[in-house]
């Protein structure tokens, strides 16, 4: 199984993108995850934030790989612990699909994007800034792995 991670945004902070590629390197084995970037919606004074996100939405679904299961970042999604997650993982697995996480623009996703998404994961209840959302879930899914392995990354 494959995963890729589908995000509106580009060239993320230094920072962000050294800690996610070193994530992205641990999962090499266990679980491969690619980043695909998609131009965010044109916004600022006098611009049509909803058409900036239909335009998002789209992008994102013309990104979508035939026959992956689509979990959407969402604050309204369901919470997982490490632990939860986990097995979340052993689930996805199990049906023999490639996964593919997506991060939506500063508004969140398009409803286009909501009704496309097999299910919705939220982070918590905390507003983070989408950039770190990607090195956020990279850690959780290299954490996820770990537990899966029995690897001793994760010790709660």
């Known amino acids: 199984m494959k995963a890729r991670l589908i995000a ?8 962000v993108a050294q800690g996610f590629a070193e994530y992205q390197k641990r999962l090499s084995h266990g679980l491969p995850l ?10 600022g004074k006098g611009r049509d934030t909803a058409r900036a996100m239909s335009d998002e939405g789209a992008r994102v679904l013309a990104a979508l790989s035939k026959n992956t299961h689509v979990v ?3 604050g ?3 919470m997982h612990s490490s632990e939860q997650l986990a097995a979340r993982l052993e689930y996805w697995r199990s049906q023999g699909r490639d996964l593919t996480f997506l991060i939506g623009g500063p508004e969140g996703h398009a409803a286009d994007v909501i009704t496309r998404a097999d ?7 905390l507003t983070l800034p989408h950039m770190l959302v990607r090195l956020v ?20």
């Open 8 to 15: 509106v945004g580009e060239r993320a902070p230094g920072w």
């Open 34 to 43: 690619e980043l695909v970037e998609v131009e965010p919606g044109v916004r």
């Open 72 to 74: 959407a970042l969402d």
């Open 76 to 78: 309204h999604g369901k």
């Open 119 to 125: 299910e919705h994961w939220s982070l918590g209840p």
């Open 137 to 156: 879930l990279a850690e959780q899914l290299y954490r996820a792995t770990a537990l899966l392995s029995n690897h001793p990354y994760h010790r709660a």
